[in-house]
């Protein structure tokens, strides 16, 4: 049998295009985000993909995207808090994390981290470059757009086994849901990343505070 004739090939899914998704999970796998993110601009700039094909497109307005991204972020983790983690059966207190309570040292590093590691980076992978890749391969129907969703809040789920455990996997699968589809509505990046920047900053803010638990119990005691 010969080879698939080019025409028919998904866009970037050639030996090349193939051995670049492979270095970009690696450093996925290896680096984390930030790695996986600095793989993704090269690739876009080396390939030739458009960087608006990954999101970087300008909002019709920034006010709104950054004055609502906010507000959604912030309540979205105060409702994950509140009902769907306690739903879930998660614990009041994020075990891996609750040595931030009190500790000012430490906030500049995780904001910082939050801000670039989570925010920036983590949306650029699991939403930019996942979303581009998997409409290439699967097209742009309701269908590829609903397997793309889940391909993509699934592998940012399980991304967030190895520090946060269960409780890290049901809540990263609520959100990369909640933040693809953001992502696949707004068809820009700046959105999603106001979001997880406001939900993970809250969360961090109820940790430093020790609310936590509070917070937990509002509605189940």
Known sequence: MGSVPTETRPRGFGSRGVFAILVVFAGAIVGGPLLAAALVLVWARLSGTPFRALGFVRPKSWTLTIAGGAAFGIVFKLVMKAVVMPLLGAPAINAPYHYLAGNTAALPGMIATVLVGAAFAEEVFFRGYLFERLEALLGTSRGAL?????????LFAAAHYGGQGVPGVEQAAVTGLVI??????RKEIWTPMVIHAAFDLTALALIYRDLEERVAHWIFR
């Open 180 to 185: 693809g589809g953001v992502y696949a509505w």
């Open 146 to 154: 609903a397997a793309t969703l889940v391909v993509s809040a699934t």
